[in-house]
């Protein structure tokens, strides 16, 4: 054996209670599970750590993260590894890196500059789907990356690349080429399909166009993962929506930071989950993802109404230059609530400038829209208009529209999950990016008692490899991949906040990666221990066939 831990309160991922053991590893996995008290000799290994008063519990799964250029740049990366998290899922909200073909790639790219950095300082050398977990597989001299990843298939990146940023139906041959392109990236390894349905040009297709994409997904053994068209006015109706297209699709359903925020959506959670109920028990496979905080994270020309974003990025310039078509964009901003905004009349004292790309606007960081132009002397949407030409549409935000009665209601779900949606960008990120899964443990669970830390512990490990299809991660289990958190049940905390929120989490001394420590006595190693976790159909190398099939991921 590599390695035995001992005395260890193991939390295994399936809900049940905590019993101590000694866990040992070898060649990367659970090699033996010995409780105690029980007959026979303990393990014994060249490495013993003694994990008294520490809880073992598999390595945490990011269902929901914004890592996909982040992870080739920083082999440190502690933002998620320090967290616990030894499993992130790439490629949401309908905008990544691939497939893409030239063009694309230099649109996606100026397209998410506010969550991903422009990537000038990256080789782009892949453009399938199969190439770039590849890269992730080969990057930093071979050697890999900082945690393991999977990868969704941006709907809106195909969609970019099929049809550009036209906002109209998708004729018989672009849908063709596009199914093309999703059955492709999900042979190539993908586990499933994103949306961004607030998110240009991917909001553009309709219901006709998704449930074909999702029907290619399904037959894959994937699963859909939308950001759905809005969670302000009428987001009852967009989780409907989402419900009712992947049942016709035969599509498992995995719904991205599901919440209810603004106004119009305070203490109605208990609608949403009635709606879940009802379609789980009617046979639906669903899951969704959920971050403990309430303000959520995007960019500033996410808000923007639809149709000033068709053409593109440099569309939306010259449309912000023109004051006539300016004038119009504040008009559906502020008055009639635009789809960007989830259909809500904009609150500028809710939107914080959280990061920009043009250094010389940092001094915005850290103030609302509203507190920006009382400084200035002007109204909230020249404030707003000037910053988004300024900084070339690479602003980010804050946005403070959610609730937390809400929040602790979804995250007590049968199907919930956790998910990040942490953008690690910008000079004050949202805090959720370093502190979720702490913050899970060390707020909801200890101090609250909203969840059991059985119960918090399945939410972040079982819940979402079942999800993925992963045969060997999930569980703390012999023959188990040994992908393993050591954290204290009574200190364990976020340390990121909103004022500081790169502040690195207390209580998780030890994480492991096929049994490597990637995080030892709370500091991180030069370990680089993680691979792309392809889906099942890549192992297979063809589709199951059949969605409720399991499919086993490899690395």
Not at 382 to 404: P, S
Not at 406 to 417: D, F, K, L
Not at 508 to 518: A, M, Y
Request: with cysteine; aromatic share 6%; proline share 5%.
């Amino acid at each position: 054996m590599d390695l035995v831990i001992r005395n260890a309160r193991v939390i295994d991922g399936t809900g049940a209670p905590a019993h101590r053991a000694d866990v040992a590893i070898g060649d990367g996995r659970i090699a033996e599970i010995h409780p105690e008290h029980a007959p026979g000799p303990r393990p014994f290994a060249r490495r013993i750590l003694d994990a008294d008063g520490l809880a073992l519990s598999p390595g945490f799964v990011d269902m929901h993260a914004h890592s996909d250029l982040a992870l080739l740049r920083d082999p440190d990366h502690s933002a998620k590894a320090a967290q616990g998290v030894t499993l992130e899922v790439l490629g949401q909200d309908g905008l990544s890196y691939a497939p893409a073909d030239d063009r694309t790639l230099a649109e996606v790219r100026r397209t998410i500059t506010g969550w991903n950095g422009d990537g000038s300082d990256l080789d782009f050398d892949w453009r399938t789907v199969g190439e770039y977990l590849d890269r992730l597989d080969r990057n930093f001299g071979g050697q890999g990356i900082a945690v393991n990843a999977a990868y969704l298939i941006p709907q809106g990146t195909v969609r970019m690349h099929v049809m550009g940023w036209e906002d109209r139906p998708a004729t018989d041959a672009e849908l063709t080429r596009m199914k093309e392109l999703v059955a492709q990236g999900m042979t190539d390894g993908a586990v499933g399909m994103s949306s961004g349905l607030t998110y240009t040009p991917g909001m553009y297709a309709d219901d006709a166009e998704l449930t074909e994409l999702c029907r290619v997904v399904a037959r894959y053994g994937g699963y859909y993962c939308p950001h759905h068209r809005s969670y302000g006015a009428n987001a009852l109706g967009a989780y409907e929506e989402m419900v009712r297209l992947t049942g016709n699709a035969d599509c498992a359903l995995h719904l991205a930071h599901a919440t209810m925020n603004f106004g119009v959506n305070k203490g109605r959670a208990p609608e949403l989950l009635a709606l879940l109920d009802d379609a789980l028990d009617a046979g639906a496979d669903i899951s969704l993802d959920t971050y403990p905080y309430t303000p959520g994270c995007t960019t500033l020309v996410a808000m923007l109404p639809s149709w000033a974003g068709e053409g593109g990025p440099e569309s939306v310039l010259a449309r912000l230059a023109d004051d006539a078509t300016a004038e119009r964009i504040r008009h559906h901003l502020e008055v009639l609530g635009s789809d960007g905004c989830h259909g809500v009349p904009i609150e500028w004292d809710t939107i914080e400038i959280s990061g920009v790309s043009v250094p010389v606007l940092a001094g915005q960081v850290g103030r609302t829209v509203a507190e920006s132009a009382r400084l200035r002397g002007e109204e909230p949407w020249a404030t707003a208009r000037r910053l988004l030409v300024e900084d070339r549409l690479g602003t980010t935000i804050l946005q403070r529209v959610g609730h937390e009665e809400n929040v602790r209601q979804i995250m007590r779900h049968r199907v919930h999950t956790g998910g990040s949606d942490g953008i690690l960008q910008g000079d004050k990120p949202h805090p959720r990016a370093y502190g979720t899964f702490p913050h899970y443990l060390g707020r909801y669970v200890r101090e609250l008692g909203i969840l059991s830390l059985e119960e918090c512990v399945a939410h972040l490990t079982s819940r979402p490899a079942r999800r993925l299809r992963l045969a060997d991660r999930g569980y703390v289990r012999e023959g188990y991949r040994a992908d393993l958190v050591l954290f204290d049940p009574a200190t364990v905390a976020a340390g990121s906040t909103f004022e500081e929120p790169r502040t690195l989490p207390a209580g998780i001394p030890h994480v492991l990666i096929d049994g490597r420590f990637v995080i030892e006595d709370g500091r991180r190693t030069q370990v680089l221990a993680g691979k792309a976790v392809r889906g099942g159909a890549a192992r297979a190398g063809q589709g199951t066939g059949d969605p409720s099939t399991p499919a086993a991921g490899r690395r």
